[in-house]
Structure formats: structure tokens, C-alpha cells
């Protein structure tokens, strides 16, 4: 496991959620919960302090943790953008957003810029297939999406740091 990357991490400010938690039996989700509202992201030392705490095999941890859409693993950016790439996007060029993003910020899909601002993640069809292509950044649905909208809205919600001029 790659500790590296999740150097930092302060274990002291699980404290109080294992604290509000302690002896409750079945209280694995709401702790994950709130360590990753304190976190972020929940890292594997985190992960590995749960397990201690509660008495549950760190492999149940990870085995949860992994399983619910809700958790993340990775360390997020302070902005997310979701792009739909379910069949109606995808054929109206959902590649092509991504592709742009990558030229413009130096992510992929599944990726966070090296300094942490903008985490590009895909999703799979939000129902609003009539508005395909379509973003979702920082929960603000946009649809019809095009890449010089794209951009230049990511840059103007990021900041001008990680992004050039288009
Ligand atoms: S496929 Fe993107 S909203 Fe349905």
C-alpha cells in the first residue's frame, strides 16, 4: 500500500468520531461516514484505525468501504467534475470533453490535478440523457455540454491556477 501519498493524514481527529461510536455494535457506516467528512477521503490509515477501534478485520474496513459508491479511497480535489459517459453522452461526445480536459488541466477521467484543485470523475447516465452531453461540477448540472463551455467554466470555478487560456 502507498502511504506515501497519503502522508499527513492527523489519525488525532478520528478521535472524537471513535469516541461517539465506542462499543456500538454495527456502527461501521456512519463512522466511515464521518471520517470522511473529517478527511475527505478515507485513507488507509484511517481505514486501518477503524478496524482497531471497533474490533471489525481491517479486510471487512476495506471490504465496506469498497463496496458503497459513497466512500472514496483516493484523495478528492476541492472541486468535482463528474462527466456522464453513459450511451446517449458518450455518443454525443462525451470523449471529446474528456479529451479536452486532459489538453487543458492534465487530468483524466479518474484522476485529481497534482494540486489537488479539479477531480475529473465518469459517471454512468443521470437521467438527463435529452441534455447529453452532460457535466455535473460541484453538483451544478450542465448540459449540452461543449468543450470551450467546458473548459472555460472549470477555469472560471477552479481559479486561473491549473488551467490555460483557451
Ligand atoms: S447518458 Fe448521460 S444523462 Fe443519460
Not at 480536459?101 to 479539479?118: C, I, K
Amino acid at each position: 500500500m502507498d502511504m506515501q501519498s497519503h502522508a499527513g493524514v492527523d489519525l488525532d481527529l478520528l478521535e472524537d468520531v471513535l469516541a461517539q461510536y465506542q462499543g456500538q455494535r454495527g456502527a461501521l457506516i456512519p463512522i466511515l461516514q464521518k471520517a470522511q467528512d473529517v478527511y475527505g477521503y478515507l485513507p488507509p490509515q484511517v481505514l486501518q484505525r477503524i478496524a482497531r477501534s471497533t474490533g471489525v478485520a481491517v479486510s471487512k474496513v476495506y471490504g465496506v468501504a469498497t463496496f458503497y459508491a459513497q466512500f472514496y479511497l483516493q484523495k478528492r480535489g476541492r472541486h468535482i467534475l463528474k462527466l456522464c459517459d453513459g450511451t446517449a453522452c458518450h455518443v454525443k461526445g462525451t470523449p471529446v470533453l474528456a479529451t479536452a480536459l486532459e489538453d487543458h488541466f492534465g487530468v483524466q477521467p479518474g484522476q485529481t490535478t497534482e494540486d489537488g484543485a479539479l477531480t475529473v470523475e465518469v459517471v454512468y447516465c443521470l437521467g438527463s440523457c435529452a441534455l447529453a452531453p452532460v457535466a455535473v461540477l460541484d453538483g451544478q448540472v450542465m448540459g449540452r455540454m461543449r468543450q470551450e463551455m467546458l473548459v472555460r467554466t472549470v477555469q472560471k470555478q477552479v481559479g486561473a491556477a491549473g488551467g490555460e487560456e483557451v
